[in-house]
């Protein structure tokens, strides 16, 4: 067994190299014709960035650091920037403890993990904000006054109020939302019902000319390929029980011949895959007339329809859906959208919402896309909730100055008052800025991710106390 000892001045590299990352609530600005899009910058790309560059990921610790914050990020979005300001402020403060006490760090701990019991206690409610009570003056609030996102997400907001969803409905729009962007001329975007796909010219001409009603369709949530294997799974074991019996066909050849006898005995006329087909897949499926969709990402709004392996195949997977088309505008529609867009429609689909924005530059699709998922994200944790803070670095901005009345002080003392502090400081996001206390906010962030941001920042430092190695 291998023992690697944590080197925790490399941590200390990284607070230096955020530190001017996180100093203020500086936005990244983008100019798209007359409009200036703008957004709290999302660090966690710089992240990545300054961790690959400083080769440094090699630290078991870091490790550990950044798949923590990663994976706070791909469930909250909006609130990686305070998950890293409260990590670092509880890095600092732990450190500053260290110098000034002999006391250990068990102790520390403890309190660390009294906080944060009372931090989840703390968080729960039942009380809900109604999709009816959303107004266009609450939404521009909430994303942070940008007139362009503000328009993008109230065109949202209205879709759903048409589609008349239900409560329950709208406590997953991240999962009802298909978001589609393009390089075109011009900045466009629509909110549209349904599911659309975008398509390159060649494909798209394919689907002009084909009679696209109920289309016999499955869907892999993979690639489809012999050597494909999910984590975990073991391919060869697998393949070696199914073969055992049989003589004459290599592995690869059963399964091709079991996956193609699947396609013409349920007639199977379009194929959506997550990733790639196999070369030998894509000539059968042209020279059969099969539809094939590859590479689409949002497989998660198809839910229970998708297959990982053939083997796994039944009826039930099968899905009859229709194509139809997304019609150019008018020429002289100055909105108009200009790619190549089909719908895809069946009972699940038709529930869901799209939205299109196409930009002349692909890093203003990036930078549009990134803040208009922070500001739905935020949106669906306001309505999941009932309860919103005030924003704008307020929260990291009162947790930053109450810690500074910790200084000079030792011993026991300290640790009790930084329980006190830390405390309070939480109970301020929780109970200061209710539902109904919205006039005097500027900025408004939702409750639950900065709540878990917290949460987050407390996890990892009371790791960092406990771990003075780690095994290999």
Same mark, same amino acid.
Do not use: P, Q
């Given at each position: 067994m291998n023992v690697t000892h944590i080197d925790y001045s490399k941590f200390e590299s990284i607070y230096h190299s955020l530190r001017p990352l996180l100093a203020n609530q500086e936005i990244t600005k983008c100019i798209v014709k007359d409009d200036c899009i703008s957004l709290i910058k999302c660090p966690f790309q710089e992240i990545e960035s300054i961790i690959d560059g400083n080769l440094i990921v090699k630290d078991k610790f870091i490790q550990l650091l950044i798949n923590t914050i990663s994976s706070f990020h791909n469930s909250n979005v909006c609130s990686t920037k305070t998950a890293i300001i409260f990590t670092l402020i509880l890095f600092k403060e732990i450190k500053y403890f260290k110098q000034i006490n002999n006391l250990d760090n068990r102790k520390l701990s403890n309190s660390l993990n009294k906080i944060l019991a009372k931090s989840i206690e703390l968080i729960k409610s039942e009380h809900l904000i109604h999709l009816r009570d959303l107004n266009e003056n609450f939404i521009k609030s909430l994303c942070r006054n940008d007139n362009s996102i503000t328009h993008l997400v109230n065109s949202f907001v209205k879709k759903l109020k048409n589609k008349k969803f239900d409560q329950d409905d709208?406590?997953?729009?991240?999962?009802?939302?298909?978001?589609?962007?393009? !390089?075109? =001329?011009?900045? #466009?975007? %629509?909110?549209? =019902?349904?599911?659309?796909?975008?398509?390159?010219?060649?494909?798209?001409?394919?689907?002009?000319h084909l009679n696209l009603k109920n289309l016999q369709t499955i869907i892999f949530d993979a690639n489809?390929?012999?050597?494909?294997?999910?984590?975990?799974?073991?391919?060869?074991?697998?393949?070696?029980?199914?073969?055992?019996?049989?003589?004459?066909?290599? !592995?690869?050849?059963?399964?091709?011949?079991k996956l193609t006898n699947i396609l013409l005995s349920y007639k199977i006329e379009m194929i959506i895959a997550k990733g790639y087909l196999d070369k030998k897949v894509q000539d059968f499926c042209d020279l059969?007339?099969?539809?094939?969709?590859?590479?689409?990402? =949002? +497989?998660?709004?198809? %839910? #229970?329809?998708?297959?990982?392996?053939?083997?796994?195949f039944d009826e039930e997977k099968l899905l009859s859906v229709e194509i139809s088309f997304l019609e150019k505008e008018s020429k002289f529609d100055e909105k108009c959208l200009s790619g190549n867009?089909?719908?895809?429609?069946?009972?699940?689909?038709? %529930?869901l919402i799209s939205i299109i924005i196409e930009s002349r530059l692909?890093? #203003?699709?990036?930078?549009?896309?990134?803040?208009?998922?922070?500001? +739905?994200?935020?949106?669906?944790?306001?309505?999941? =909730?009932?309860?919103?803070?005030?924003?704008?670095?307020?929260?990291e901005e009162f947790l930053g100055n109450n810690i500074k009345y910790l200084k000079g002080i030792n011993g026991d003392l300290y640790l009790e008052y930084a329980k006190e502090i830390l405390e309070n400081s939480f109970n301020v996001l929780c109970n200061l800025f209710k539902s109904n206390q919205s006039d005097n906010m500027i900025y408004f962030d939702d409750f639950k991710s900065k709540s878990k941001a917290w949460q987050t920042a407390l996890w990892i430092n009371n790791i960092y106390l406990n771990t003075d190695l780690l095994l290999d």
């Open positions: 709208i406590l997953y729009l991240s999962s009802n939302t298909n978001y589609l962007s393009n !390089s075109t =001329n011009s900045f #466009n975007f %629509r909110v549209k =019902n349904g599911l659309y796909l975008s398509l390159n010219d060649e494909i798209y001409s394919k689907f002009k489809i390929s012999y050597d494909y294997a999910h984590l975990g799974f073991n391919k060869n074991l697998n393949m070696e029980k199914f073969t055992s019996n049989l003589s004459g066909y290599s !592995s690869d050849e059963i399964w091709f011949n059969n007339n099969i539809l094939v969709l590859k590479n689409f990402k =949002n +497989l998660n709004l198809f %839910r #229970n329809n998708c297959l990982t392996y053939i083997e796994d867009y089909i719908k895809i429609s069946n009972s699940d689909c038709d %529930r692909k890093i #203003n699709e990036t930078i549009i896309l990134e803040s208009l998922k922070h500001n +739905l994200k935020r949106l669906e944790n306001v309505l999941k =909730n009932g309860y919103y803070v005030k924003g704008g670095g307020f929260i």
